[in-house]
């Protein structure tokens, strides 16, 4: 298991720039994939992006694409967020998670087992 925390959420306007991370604990944390969700008011926790456990295959969804980047350091245990043109829909609380599956990376919430508390993120015009 480990425990994750997430930070750098905050109120930003339209087209800004908004960087996540999210900090784990534990030695084995490169044994994880690694994701983010978000949950919109009134709306279901949906996938945002995954990335493997080198780090070397990202996943993102379409929503997201060419705007988002997921990344991961192994060596400090981190998981990064970056995102860039930020529209009114995307804000929402958003989570890290990480999972032990045996594939490359997830892209459900079924597929990982420790999550975070999440930090919101509002975009306002």
């Known amino acids: 298991q480990v425990q994750l925390v997430e930070s750098g959420g905050g109120l930003v306007q339209i087209g800004d720039s908004l960087r996540l991370s999210c900090a784990a604990s534990g030695r084995t944390f490169r044994n994880y994939v690694a994701g983010w969700f978000r949950q919109a008011p009134g709306k279901e926790r949906e996938f945002v992006a995954a990335?493997?456990?080198?780090?070397?295959?990202?996943y993102s969804a379409d929503s997201v694409k060419g705007r988002f980047t997921i990344s991961r350091d192994n060596a400090k245990n981190m998981v990064y967020l970056q995102m860039n043109i930020l529209k009114l829909e995307d804000t929402a609380v958003y989570y890290c998670?990480?999972?032990?599956?045996?594939?490359?990376?997830?892209?459900?919430?079924?597929?990982?087992?420790?999550w975070g508390q999440g930090t919101q993120v509002t975009v306002s015009s």
């Open positions: 990335i493997s456990r080198s780090g070397s295959t990202t």
């Open positions: 998670a990480a999972g032990t599956m045996r594939g490359v990376a997830g892209l459900t919430e079924e597929d990982y087992d420790n």
